[in-house]
């Protein structure tokens, strides 16, 4: 079965931690990461870029409507995702728009950290 | 540049549509995951089942539902094959953040 580990954290805290705990923590996700690799059971993994990075885009009835910042609408819930390589955020944008899921729910957009 | 969407809908709504309407958005999804795979963007996908599915991983805590703190922020994620539930919380409570954040571990439809 395939399980996605959704990771949460209050990301303000994290962007003024002190830079000694911000490499303990890379470290610990360095040895984590190896773990589920050694066992098998890691298919993908991603971090992403902070939520002022984040863009959310809504298309029902084909009216395009694309807000600055992540989803914030608590009636609805996390229902799939895509993962794409595009050459930049515009692209990334319309392909949002073009998702049934846009038609009758919220798209957040994403970028993902380069290590 | 990779980027992840992230889908969000009113999930009660979607399991009451009648079977007409979720032949339709189903064929939807089959098009443009087509058109994706066409353009060569698309690197991974997939559908999570609903919310009564999930778990929320917290320190040692393990809650039902999914994720309901608004101070937190969706930092990243895992996606990984394991026999069962209790494997993947085994390797959720392992998670780095899970000290002082939260994981939500959803079962992926296949």
Sequence with gaps: MQYLLLIYTNEDAMLSAPKEASSQTLAAYAAYTEAIKKSGAWVASHRLRPTSEATTVRNP???KNVLNGPFAET???????YLIEVP??????SWAARC??????SIEVRPIWTM | MK????????ERAMQKMSREDFGRIYGAFQAYVEALNKAGVLLGNHGLQPTAQAKSVRKDAVLDGPFAETKEQLAGYFLL???DMEAALG???RVPTAQWGTVEVRPVWT
Excluded: I, R, S, T
Excluded at chain 1, 75 to 81: C, H, P, R, V, Y
Excluded at chain 1, 100 to 105: F, K, R, T, V, W
Excluded at chain 2, 3 to 10: S, W
């Design chain 2, 91 to 93: 390797w959720a409570k």
């Design chain 1, 88 to 93: 930049d955020l515009d692209a990334a944008l």
């Design chain 1, 75 to 81: 009636k609805e819930q996390l229902a799939g995702f």
């Design chain 1, 100 to 105: 049934p899921g846009a038609a009758h729910g």
């Design chain 1, 61 to 63: 009835n084909g009216k």
């Design chain 2, 3 to 10: 980027v992840l969407l992230l889908m969000y809908q009113d």
């Design chain 2, 81 to 83: 094959e394991v026999p």
